[in-house]
């Protein structure tokens, strides 16, 4: 679709891309854009790979079918980039993202010689800091929007905080914790 901003996440069932997804969606949304949000499942159990889509616009988006041609594609478990190739169809404008510990590239001669940018980050580690569990999602969805543009960051994080405070309304060291991962991640990107 043209004049949209189309992402392809990756990962696997119980990682949170799915709800990374469905929350940029949302939070895209509250900022005035036209979104589209939505997985594909395979066999639907735990650890299973999965594919969810993002389109985000200034206009109404009428497409209504997978991406096939993502600017950005968001990598929640390195694990996958062995078994599918996560650059198929991607802009060589755009660029891929990646959950990783490893170093960058260790993991280039895996993406079938894409030419585009190539960022990582350790979500996990930003996770574990900010919140004690390995929950990626949050770090990732921060990654997208910081590497894409898609939205202002301060709007970006007003809307996340509005959305945590009414998703964890009687928990808020996660509301705290997932603020914090989100910070975490423009800072780590930023530097990069």
Known sequence: M???LEIRWHGRGGQGAKTAALLLA???????KFVQGFPEYGPERMGAPITAYNRISEEPVTVHSNIYAPDYVV??????????????????????????????????????????????LNAKDISMKTLGKNYPNSP?????????????????????????????????????????????????????
């Open 2 to 4: 043209k004049n949209a």
């Open 26 to 32: 949302d939070v895209a949304f509250k900022a005035g």
């Open 75 to 120: 990598v929640v478990d390195d694990g996958l980039l062995e078994s599918t190739d996560v650059t198929q169809g991607l802009k060589e404008d755009g660029a891929i993202i990646i959950n990783t510990e490893k170093e960058k590239e260790a993991l280039l001669p895996l993406l079938h010689d894409y030419k585009g940018a190539v960022y990582t």
């Open 140 to 192: 990732m969805l921060a990654a997208v929007v910081a590497v894409s543009g898609t939205m202002e960051q301060e709007v970006f994080m007003k809307e996340m905080e509005a959305s945590f405070r009414h998703k964890f309304a009687k928990k808020p060291e996660v509301i705290d914790g997932n603020m914090k991962a989100l910070e975490m991640t423009f800072q780590e990107i930023a530097g990069a």
